[in-house]
C-alpha cells in the first residue's frame, strides 16, 4: 500500500530539477515525427481503444484505469522496449489532460529528454478527419 501511495505521490508531484519540458502538439505535427520514426503511445484505456480505434502505428498501453487509478510499473514495464530516455516519444489518450499528467512524470521523474503530448487527442485526430485502427 505504502508502495502505491509512494508512487501515485511521484506522478502528482513536479521536482524542481526538469529534464525536460513536455510539448504540446497538433495533430499535424503528430504526422511529422510519426513520419520521422518517434514512438506513439495511446495510454487509454482498453474501452475507450474499442470505442474510437487508435492512431496507426501507436502502440496502446494503458497507464490509468477507468477511475483514473495509474499502472506506472506495469506501464514502465510494457513501454520498455519501446521507448528510451533519450529518444523522443509522443503520448496520445482522449483529449490531452492524461496525457500531460503522464508527459510530466516522463520527463520530470523519470528524466526523458523529449515528450509530446498531442493536444486534443484522438478526439483531434478524429476531428481533423486522420483515421484510426482497431488496437492490436
Known amino acids: 500500500m505504502i508502495k502505491r501511495y509512494l508512487v501515485t505521490l511521484l506522478l502528482c508531484l513536479s521536482t524542481t530539477?526538469?529534464?525536460?519540458?513536455?510539448?504540446?502538439?497538433?495533430?499535424?505535427?503528430?504526422?511529422t515525427l510519426m513520419q520521422q520514426g518517434v514512438t506513439v503511445i495511446d495510454i487509454r484505456t482498453p474501452e475507450e481503444w474499442k470505442q474510437t480505434g487508435i492512431v496507426k502505428g501507436s502502440h496502446a498501453i494503458m497507464f490509468f484505469d477507468k477511475n483514473g487509478k495509474p499502472y506506472i510499473e506495469e506501464w514502465l514495464q510494457q513501454?520498455?522496449?519501446?521507448?528510451?530516455?533519450?529518444?523522443?516519444?509522443?503520448?496520445?489518450?482522449?483529449?490531452?489532460?492524461?496525457?500531460?499528467?503522464?508527459?510530466?512524470?516522463?520527463s520530470k521523474q523519470m528524466g526523458f529528454k523529449k515528450v509530446y503530448s498531442v493536444k486534443g487527442g484522438i478526439k483531434s485526430w478524429q476531428k481533423a478527419g486522420y483515421e484510426t485502427q482497431a488496437s492490436r
Open 79 to 106: 513501454s520498455q522496449h519501446l521507448i528510451n530516455p533519450d529518444e523522443a516519444v509522443i503520448l496520445i489518450c482522449r483529449s490531452g489532460n492524461r496525457t500531460t499528467k503522464v508527459g510530466n512524470f516522463l
Open 17 to 31: 530539477v526538469a529534464m525536460a519540458e513536455l510539448e504540446h502538439i497538433t495533430v499535424q505535427q503528430l504526422t
